[in-house]
């Protein structure tokens, strides 16, 4: 009895053993050079997180004086896995630097994974951006040093602002047939709004749903052929993600949001809002541009 005692007391101990965790291989000091920012190491989850408070914002929510503490810091957490790192991060952005800082973090090789609110009624109004990548340690810390600069250098109201124009969709006069010819989808004009609508298919609750359920593609177009508006919703697989935000971004289009609309389906769709100013024509590249990068 006793030897069985002993036996399994050092089983747990060895158990105790196999299961901590190993120490990390990643060099916080060069993460700290690459990235431009300070972090800590959290020697239990052997990651190491870098922050940058944004100190230079002035922000209410409801009269409420918002400072970082209260969820305005950007954060980016590098940790070890099978021989590469990871990182993960939140950015902290005001409407107008989000596209030329989403654009500064594709370019540099990190995944957008989100953008959207986590406030109501804030002044200035901010949104919020996840990033994300698996690679070299440097190659990646370099990448969010980028994406930090750039929100640094669109600060204070430097950002180049949101595309905007005069139009009232009662007085469009697109000429419907050159959308129609770019995406290669007929749509319906309503009330000045031209919408082409492409559906998809997803599973939830053992039952296929699809285009009426909210499953789709979508684009809608008002003004002239000379200056018009599209605004919009992709519908996407996760591996699709990246592609469709790369066209839109390289085509001059605004990305407003990036969600879910939808739990537990199979595939998991992913929904992306964007907007854009421009010639009816150039707009509706843009939009094809990124359907092309689409496997449906």
Not at 169 to 190: F, M, N, Q, R, W
Not at 240 to 264: C, Y
Request: glycine letters at 10%.
């Amino acid at each position: 009895m006793r030897t069985a005692i002993v036996g399994t007391a050092i089983w747990g101990l060895c158990s105790v053993a196999l299961a901590a965790p190993p120490k990390s291989k990643l060099d916080p000091a060069q993460i700290e050079k690459l990235t431009g920012a300070t972090g800590q190491l959290n020697e239990k989850e052997a990651v190491f997180k870098v922050s940058v408070a944004r100190t230079d914002l002035k922000v209410t929510v409801g009269r409420v004086k918002m400072t970082p503490p209260l969820g305005l810091t950007s954060w980016a957490a590098f940790q070890e896995v099978h021989g590469k790192t990871m990182v993960m991060g939140d950015m902290v952005m005001t409407e107008e630097q989000v596209n030329p800082v989403m654009s500064a973090a594709l370019a540099a090789g990190l995944e957008v994974t989100a953008l959207h609110n986590h406030f109501f009624g804030d002044t200035p109004k901010i949104m919020f951006m996840h990033i994300a990548g698996l690679g070299d340690q440097d190659k990646l810390a370099a990448a969010v040093g980028k994406v930090l600069t750039a929100i640094r250098d669109t600060s204070g109201g430097r950002a180049s602002g949101l595309p905007s124009a005069d139009i009232d969709p009662a007085k469009s006069s697109l000429d419907t047939s050159k959308i129609d010819a770019v995406l290669g989808v007929k749509g319906e004009l309503a009330k000045g709004v031209y919408k082409v609508v492409i559906g998809r298919t997803t599973k939830m609750h053992a039952a296929e749903i699809g285009n009426t359920m909210g499953v789709n593609t979508w684009a809608a177009f008002a003004g002239s052929d000379a200056q018009a508006v599209v605004d919009g919703d992709f519908a996407m697989t996760e591996g699709e993600l990246q592609g469709v935000l790369k066209a839109l971004r390289g085509a001059g289009l605004s990305i407003v949001a990036i969600h879910n609309h939808m739990t537990m389906e199979t595939p998991r769709i992913v929904f992306l809002h964007y907007w854009g100013i421009g010639g009816a024509a150039d707009l509706a590249k843009g939009v094809k541009a990124a359907l092309d990068t689409q496997k449906r």
